[in-house]
């Protein structure tokens, strides 16, 4: 099932577009819970700190109850890129149109200095995954966004370094978008995956053109429609759909 298909089917099972539309699938024998959205129906923001305490928010909880306070309600999050040990983002990040860091365009150690690395770029009725050096050229008004890397899928192909017969296998979470950000989906497998499987779940199944890797020591998920509700240790940016409360 392609993505456009895969976004109908989670519309009929009783999701509006403005809605969470998440569902778990299988792909390759592998299992995944996928999230898809239509930017132009769906409030999507980035999260870090709470204004109130100037703390990080750190977890899916206190990002609810923060939102409650505001009259506004959670309806999907997950971890949304690397960060530092006081939970500071590694790359780039923007919130609510104010920059606070600025893009990292050159290559490193570990998974975000796999070259291409990019950037999911929230805009109002865009959620686009954009490589960092096209980024960088393009400089888009983003109102939101994150950097993470490695880029999964770049223009229909998969990053260059990934290998079909890695060993290295996570358990792993990323954002993919096509039809210039007008469809957006973030997946998160079930087990340990690899990079390549993982960068083909978003090609091949939910045709996907950019998809952009977003953590795998640190992968939780936010899905109440499907009982998902994931803990653990505390996190840095969190990408996030908000609606009013009702």
């Not at 539309?21 to 995944?32: A, H, M, V, W």
């Not at 506004?72 to 780039?92: K, T």
Request: glycine share 12%; net charge neutral.
């Amino acid at each position: 099932m392609r993505g456009g298909a895969l976004m109908l089917v989670l519309f009929a099972l009783g999701a509006s577009p403005a809605a969470a539309s998440c569902d778990r699938l299988t792909f390759e024998g592998q299992g995944f819970v996928v999230c898809a959205f239509d930017p132009a129906e769906t409030d999507l923001r980035l999260f870090l700190d709470d204004p109130a305490t100037g703390l990080k928010l750190g977890s899916f909880e206190n990002l609810a109850g923060m939102l409650a306070a505001r009259g506004e309600r959670l309806l999907f999050a997950m971890n949304a890129g690397m960060y530092h040990p006081d939970r500071s983002p590694v790359g780039h990040y923007i919130e609510d149109g104010q920059e606070r860091v600025p893009v990292i365009s050159s290559d490193g150690p570990g998974n975000f200095g796999l070259l291409p690395n990019g950037i999911l770029c929230i805009r109002k009725g865009s959620a686009r995954v954009i490589e960092t050096l096209r980024y960088l050229r393009q400089r888009p008004a983003c109102r939101y966004a994150t950097q993470s890397g490695p880029m999964l899928v770049i223009d229909g192909k998969l990053h260059p370094k990934f290998l079909r017969q890695s060993d290295s296998l996570h358990v792993r979470n990323g954002v993919g978008s096509a039809d210039e950000g007008r469809r957006v989906w973030f997946a998160i497998s079930d087990a340990p995956v690899n990079f390549h499987l993982f960068a083909r779940l978003f090609r091949d199944r939910l045709g996907a053109d950019q998809a952009l890797y977003l953590d795998g020591s640190v992968s939780r998920l936010y899905a109440p429609e499907i009982g998902r509700q994931d803990g653990g240790l505390p996190m840095g940016p969190i990408v996030a759909a908000v609606a009013p409360v009702e």
